[in-house]
């Protein structure tokens, strides 16, 4: 490899750039555009407020699978990072402008232990504007996992006529909202 790596930069044909660099660029004639179907079903503390995922179930359209495993992390780490803004992720600032949640301790960032076990399903249709059919697959659970989310916790309280909730949906607020239908335990 050494001699191969040392005569790439000192021995190459006249008229050529010596090296071992390359670059090139992929510009499709069009877009590839993936897509998923989510559905969350979730249980509400009424003691505490807590949303709680119970199931979730992902449906992603990727195209072409190249790697399995790398999909099925890139779906689950989408979903994950969609449920941060709809139940834990919130900048708060005081009344003059300082920001009280700028740390770890106050913001907070999903770990596998908020994280429900997500149920994930892959249907394949190939894009015809890529050479073997791939699609994005991390963005779509990001963009589906939040609405999910939200509906399900607003439909569960819909019963006592609410009909939105402000993200993050977060267990003060939920409770607030029992409290105020004087529901609460």
């Not at 510009?27 to 505490?48: E, H, Q, S």
């Not at 920001?99 to 907070?108: F, H, K, N, Q, R």
Request: glycine share 10%.
């Amino acid at each position: 490899m050494s001699e191969i790596a040392f005569a790439a930069y000192t021995n190459f044909p006249q008229g050529l750039e010596g090296g071992l660099e390359a670059v090139t660029y992929y510009d499709p004639p069009n877009l590839t555009f993936p897509f998923g179907a989510y559905v969350c079903v979730v249980d509400i503390d009424r003691g505490t407020g807590q949303p709680t995922i119970r199931e979730f179930l992902a449906l992603d359209d990727c195209g072409t699978i190249i790697n399995p495993m790398i999909v099925e992390g890139q779906i689950h780490g989408g979903l994950t990072m969609g449920l941060a803004p709809a139940l834990l992720e919130e900048i708060v600032y005081d009344d003059h402008g300082t920001m009280l949640t700028g740390t770890l301790m106050d913001y907070l960032v999903p770990t596998s232990m908020e994280t429900p076990r997500w149920r994930t399903e892959k249907t394949v249709t190939p894009s015809p504007h890529h050479p073997i059919g791939a699609k994005g697959v991390g963005e779509s659970p990001t963009v589906g996992a939040p609405p999910a989310i939200v509906n399900a916790v607003v439909d569960a309280l819909s019963h006592l006529g609410v009909r939105h909730i402000d993200i993050p949906i977060t267990p003060w607020k939920v409770y607030a909202i029992l409290q105020e239908k004087g529901v609460a335990e």
